[in-house]
């Protein structure tokens, strides 16, 4: 994906403190914004964030001949009128999850083409456990001039087993579930918070589920489904990257409007690296005064250590007092970040899946880019813990995620703005 030329202006040395209210998950919002496409009742959401891939997934809905409303993070989905079945190549090459759409459609009208997904910087992003899924339920699928295109008759429920529990999969067989006749179960099922909070919705508009957030959920398939109001859950990863912004500062940040189990994880490594965190109903204090101690992380699907905190995380080991290991293994190719922070002075090493990170005293401020969005999110905080200014290029990526990320961090007390190049 190309940059917009925009680039942010960081001052090092910053010491974030005070406190921050967290958004609307992302990661929540675009499923059930696809998901208002299973009624032809008005929908309204709560708590959506205003970033740019919920705008994607309104234009995608609104192309599909919805009437979609957005203003002060309420939106409101009417798919009454709904009369295309095609997403085209430029939307689905700029958000993956307009692959959300596919579910939805499918039980609805037994009808949708959309464009096969590219590629992207974190891994190849297959979409196989969505179109086996949907095939085993009776969709026929066709691939014709790099789009996908399903039908069928009625969608019947059956028993999928997803090799690894892939978030999108999970979504999107959910979603053909609720509107397809009988029994729908999906073993090795994703248990992310946003799958949790899909959940809520689909039994919102009527639809009978059960067992989400555990590795198998059951599906029993109605046959008309109404609207509802439903609230987005807080952006877990939002609330992971501010945690991790006051312990890189050695700073004291309040995280509000979080939700603490979806935080665990996180939680659990701040401590473990000698960070200060004190939990309350619905938010969560960092404070870090003294240098972090070395830790080794493995990311996992949910429970475990999420893969969207693991740049963020790099970023804070960079400058432990001694070595520290992480190893992904949810995304095969999401170290992109590793080359900029040696930029700036980190001593990284990549060996197959796993990161060696021999902390050093502090790092550099310096000029990098960012190619994807959590990685420019880390980018952002390394630059705010280093000696010297930090430049950040390619900033689309980072506006993707996070909800007025320069104002929330200079309300902490970082110096940071964003700047604009003439060409
Ligand atoms: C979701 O992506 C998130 N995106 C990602 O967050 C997140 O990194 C990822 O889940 C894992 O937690 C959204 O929710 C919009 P997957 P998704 O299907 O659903 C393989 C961010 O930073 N796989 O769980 O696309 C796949 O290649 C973004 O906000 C298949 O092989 O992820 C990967 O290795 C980036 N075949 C693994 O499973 C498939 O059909 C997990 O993918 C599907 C996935």
């Given at each position: 994906m190309e940059g917009d030329g925009k680039y942010y202006e960081i001052k090092g040395l910053a010491k974030l403190k005070g406190e921050v209210k967290i958004s609307g998950s992302k990661n929540a919002s675009l499923p059930v914004i696809a998901a208002s496409?299973?009624?032809d009742s008005e929908v309204v959401l709560h708590?959506?964030?205003?970033?740019n891939d919920v705008f994607l997934m309104k234009q995608v809905l609104e192309e599909l001949g919805a009437k979609v409303a957005l203003e002060n993070g309420n939106m409101v989905v009417n798919?009454?009128?709904?009369?295309k079945f095609e997403t085209r190549f430029e939307l689905m090459n700029k958000m993956r999850?307009?692959?959300?759409v596919m579910g939805p459609m499918l039980a609805r009208f037994g009808h949708v083409r959309v464009a096969m997904p590219g590629g992207c910087a974190i891994g190849s992003r297959p979409v196989d456990y969505h179109l086996t899924g949907l095939e085993k339920m009776g969709a026929k699928l066709t691939m014709d001039h790099g789009y996908i295109e399903a039908k069928c008759n009625k969608l019947v429920g059956d028993r999928i087993y997803l090799d690894f529990p892939s978030v999108g999969a999970t979504a999107n067989l959910m979603m053909a579930g609720v509107l397809a006749e009988g029994t729908t179960i999906i073993e090795n099922a994703a248990e992310e918070p946003h799958i949790q909070d899909l959940a809520w919705f689909l039994k919102s508009i009527g639809g009978r589920l059960s067992?989400?957030?555990?590795?198998t959920i059951t599906i029993h398939g109605v046959t008309k489904l109404h609207g509802a109001s439903h609230q987005m859950i807080p952006d877990q990863i939002e609330a992971g990257t501010f945690m991790v912004a006051g312990a890189i500062t050695h700073g004291n940040v309040t995280v509000e409007n979080v939700q603490i189990k979806d935080l665990r994880p996180v939680i659990v490594k701040l401590i473990e690296a000698g960070a200060q965190v004190k939990e309350s109903r619905n938010e969560v204090r960092v404070i870090a005064k003294k240098k972090l101690k070395p830790i080794r992380i493995t990311t996992l699907?949910?429970?475990?250590?999420p893969t969207d905190m693991q740049p963020q995380m790099m970023a804070l080991l960079a400058t432990a007092d001694g070595v520290s290991m992480i190893k992904e293994t949810?995304?095969?190719?999401?170290?992109?970040h590793v080359a900029e922070m040696i930029r700036m002075g980190a001593d990284l090493k990549v060996q197959g899946t796993t990161c060696v990170i021999e902390g050093v005293d502090s790092l550099k401020g310096s000029k990098v880019v960012a190619p994807d969005l959590r990685a420019g999110a880390a980018l952002v905080l390394a630059g705010l813990s280093a000696d010297g200014d930090t430049t950040v290029y390619d900033i689309i990526h980072v506006e993707r995620g996070y909800e007025n990320f320069v104002e929330k961090l200079n309300a902490l007390g970082a110096d940071m703005k964003i700047a604009e190049s003439a060409s």
């Open positions: 496409l299973l009624t708590n959506v964030p205003a970033l798919t009454a009128d709904v009369s999850a307009s692959i959300y067992g989400a957030g555990t590795k699907p949910h429970p475990g250590f949810v995304w095969e190719n999401r170290y992109m």
